[in-house]
């Protein structure tokens, strides 16, 4: 069983900087796929990054390219996900889920972390 716990979130004002986290536990945390989603209130949760389980490939949804980063330490067991030049519409819950099957849809998901933007 794969269990992802997400870190880092908190309030930042507009312009700044913020990592998050994602901590996996079992074995074969290092072999899967790993993304990055968000819902903001009254939305609906939209993807925002993922990466391979060899961390060779990477996409990014278009509003994020160019600003946040995703990465991953297998030795680890984390996956990261730097996030510059934050904007208020980056405002959300920030989900870390495991054993990615579509920009929507994976396997085990994390309770999620709150990131805050001030204007």
């Known amino acids: 069983q794969v269990q992802v716990v997400e870190s880092g979130g908190g309030l930042v004002q507009t312009g700044g900087s913020l990592r998050l986290s994602c901590a996996g536990s079992?074995?074969?945390?290092?072999?899967?796929?790993v993304g990055w989603f968000r819902q903001a209130p009254g939305k609906e949760r939209e993807f925002v990054a993922t990466?391979?389980?060899?961390?060779?490939?990477?996409n990014y949804a278009d509003s994020v390219k160019g600003r946040f980063t995703i990465s991953r330490d297998n030795a680890k067991n984390t996956v990261y996900l730097q996030m510059n030049s934050l904007k208020p519409e980056d405002t959300a819950v920030y989900y870390c889920?495991?054993?990615?099957?579509?920009?929507?849809?994976?396997?085990?998901w994390g309770q999620g972390t709150q990131v805050t933007v001030s204007s």
């Open positions: 889920a495991a054993g990615i099957r579509s920009l929507a849809t994976a396997d085990y």
């Open positions: 079992g074995r074969s945390f290092g072999f899967l796929g």
């Open positions: 990466i391979s389980w060899t961390g060779s490939t990477t």
